[in-house]
């Protein structure tokens, strides 16, 4: 079983079991997150496909961890002797959650 679910934007696939590494959400370490934008539920055999979400469907996940990722170095540079250079570098925050259940409407 598998459910695609909306969560900062952006959308995951994920199956009961899965880790997954969402943006960063203001949950702790060892906290319950209930996600609720269901989009689709899919046990193996039966597909439910929302419009656009599923009304009582929700994905249950525990955050498990709490981390950057790779640093990326961004340059601006403007040429015909503007002498103007800047570099600078960027993280991002992550968030890991485990997927506990999967609940379809």
Known sequence: MYAVF???GKQYRAAEGD???VERLPQTVGETVEIDRVLMVSDGEQLNLGRPTLSGAKVTAQVVDRNKGKKIIVFDYRPNGKRH???AGHRQDYTWLQV????SG
């Open 100 to 103: 506990e259940k999967i609940v």
């Open 6 to 8: 909306q969560l900062g």
């Open 19 to 21: 880790r997954i590494r």
């Open 85 to 87: 250079a800047v570099k």
